[in-house]
């Protein structure tokens, strides 16, 4: 942990949208494997996206997809998630994570259990209705 940094979080209205970063050094962001979570306090952490360099693959659950995606800059290491239409229901502590993986499969089963070898501190998102 430590080495992934997250940013862009804040305490916003209801209805904006927000776009998180996760900065991280290149020989993690090489690991493949890269994935957004949220976790509210005595909460179950909870999935938001995830993507897979080697094939560009990605994926978002279906009860997101209509508001988060997620992207990344390769050359600058740098992981997004863009959130719109943003409600109450969406506050909470937002983390990115890393793992070295070797396909795109592999990187939707490791979501899915939230089994990564990397995470940043947490960025807060707040939304105020």
């Given at each position: 942990?430590?080495?992934?940094?997250?940013?862009?979080?804040?305490?916003?209205?209801?209805?904006?949208?927000?776009?998180?970063?996760?900065?991280?050094?290149?020989?993690?962001?090489?690991?493949?494997?890269?994935?957004?979570?949220?976790?509210?306090?005595?909460?179950?952490r909870?999935?938001?996206?995830?993507?897979?360099?080697?094939?560009?693959?990605k994926?978002?659950?279906?009860?997101?997809?209509?508001?988060?995606t997620?992207?990344?800059?390769?050359?600058?290491?740098?992981?997004?998630?863009?959130?719109?239409?943003?409600?109450?229901?969406?506050?909470a502590?937002?983390?990115?994570?890393?793992?070295?993986?070797?396909?795109?499969?592999?990187?939707?089963?490791t979501?899915?259990?939230?089994?990564?070898?990397?995470?940043?501190?947490?960025?807060?998102?707040?939304?105020?209705?």
């Amino acid at each position: 942990q430590g080495q992934l940094v997250e940013s862009g979080g804040g305490s916003v209205t209801a209805g904006v949208s927000l776009k998180l970063s996760c900065t991280a050094p290149q020989e993690i962001f090489t690991q493949n494997c890269m994935a957004w979570f949220r976790q509210v306090p005595g909460e179950e952490r909870e999935g938001l996206a995830a993507t897979f360099t080697g094939t560009e693959w990605k994926h978002v659950p279906d009860n997101k997809k209509d508001r988060f995606t997620i992207s990344r800059d390769n050359f600058n290491a740098i992981l997004y998630l863009a959130m719109d239409s943003l409600n109450p229901d969406d506050t909470a502590m937002y983390y990115c994570a890393a793992r070295g993986l070797d396909s795109g499969a592999s990187c939707h089963s490791t979501f899915l259990r939230g089994d990564f070898a990397y995470w940043g501190q947490g960025t807060q998102v707040t939304v105020s209705s």
